[in-house]
Nanobody, 121 residues
Framework: QVQLVESGGGLVQAGGSLRLSCAAS????????MAWYRQTPAKGRELVAT???????NYADSVKGRFTISRDNAKNTVYLQMSSLKPEDTAVYYC???????????????WGKGTLVTVSS
């Protein structure tokens, strides 16, 4: 099995910064795409940013220019650097990874349990 554990959430004032981390562990052969999602009661779960194994990145329009996703393949870890935070960024942030557990296996999606980010105005 594979576990994803997020960290780095918390309370920050508008305009501030936070860095989220997500470490994957367990039976991992290769991690393909890694991503961050966020969820609120009003909007549900939405994609924030993705990064594939070749370091190609994509961002939701709402975070472009403010958030940066990166990964450390040696540590099986993905990061989300969040700057110029706004109250509307308040959400539970979830890590997602598409993981192959063996060389022959099809990639399977795994999720972390989430970390809360609260941005005060």
């Amino acid at each position: 099995q594979v576990q994803l554990v997020e960290s780095g959430g918390g309370l920050v004032q508008a305009g501030g910064s936070l860095r989220l981390s997500c470490a994957a562990s367990g039976s991992i052969f290769r991690i393909n795409t890694m991503a961050w999602y966020r969820q609120t009661p009003a909007k549900g779960r939405e994609l924030v940013a993705t990064i594939i194994s070749g370091d190609s990145t994509n961002y939701a329009d709402s975070v472009k220019g403010r958030f940066t996703i990166s990964r450390d393949n040696a540590k099986n870890t993905v990061y989300l650097q969040m700057s110029s935070l706004k109250p509307e960024d308040t959400a539970v942030y979830y890590c997602n990874a598409l993981v192959q557990t063996t060389i022959a296996s099809i990639g399977r999606n795994y999720w972390g349990k989430g970390t809360l980010v609260t941005v005060s105005s």
